[in-house]
């Protein structure tokens, strides 16, 4: 009888709705982040002119950091509605998921820590003074270099997120199978991207990441605009 109740309680089209308008923060955030902050501040190979834009623009910097952990804050429920959404289909891999998703989530959080190191080596206290400004430019632009190299690392883990997501997604009825695929193909273009950061970054490319972002956005928008097809659902949980 508990059960039964349990299950009438938890209502899918619910969760699905706030889950893709928490996904659409996270993904709005990651573009901010990425595109309108460090793209935007970041000077390729110079460690003097990057400097010199972040000194300019300290407090966008800051804003950056704060979205991104933002966003971070917003994937922590988002991974528990993924898991509650996911489970009638195989717990063990719906919690496989989700412990994957707290390892990424745990990475990116700690490489925060490496843009905000590049901002104190770019400040005016008196213990920098030992070094000059070159050498606090190159130190500042290193921990830039490793924060991407951190963001790559914790997007290996992300990486399988999306593909047991996506075969869940896949085999759950509930869901369209395409979205699936996308989220399928999103997982292995992570990990392309992610791998080839770390073995031969000559050969990294942005243009891999984009069936990402279009496997990421059309599983938010489903979620927001169609939910889950209770009919489907309610004969997977035994609901009448």
Not at 182 to 208: D, E, H, R
């Amino acid at each position: 009888m508990n059960i039964k109740n349990s299950i009438s309680e938890f209502s899918p089209m619910k969760y699905a709705r706030i889950g893709g308008v928490l996904y659409l923060i996270i993904i709005i955030a990651g573009l901010f982040g990425q595109l309108m902050v460090r793209e935007a501040l970041v000077v390729s190979g110079d460690p003097t002119a990057t400097a010199n834009k972040i000194m300019n623009s300290e407090m966008l910097w800051r804003i950056g950091i704060s979205v991104d952990l933002i966003m971070q804050i917003c994937d922590l429920p988002l991974m528990l509605i993924f898991y509650l959404l996911l489970k009638p289909v195989n717990k063990n891999l719906a919690l496989l998921t989700l412990l994957f998703n707290l390892i990424q989530t745990a990475v990116l959080v700690a490489n925060k820590l490496n843009l905000l190191m590049a901002l104190f080596l770019l400040g005016d206290a008196t213990y920098l003074n030992n070094f000059n400004p070159d050498q606090l430019h190159t130190l500042s632009y290193i921990y830039i270099k490793l924060h991407d190299a951190g963001f790559g690392v914790g997007l290996i883990f992300f990486g399988f997120v999306c593909l047991i997501e996506g075969y869940l997604i896949f085999k759950s009825k509930y869901f369209p199978k395409a979205i699936g695929i996308l989220m399928q193909i999103a997982g292995l273009c992570y990990l392309i991207n992610c791998f080839t950061l770390l073995l031969a970054p000559k050969f990294l490319s942005n243009l891999v990441l984009v069936p990402c972002l279009i496997g990421e956005l059309s599983l938010c928008l489903w979620l927001i605009f169609k939910g889950v097809n209770i009919t489907e659902w309610n004969k997977l949980v035994g609901v009448k």
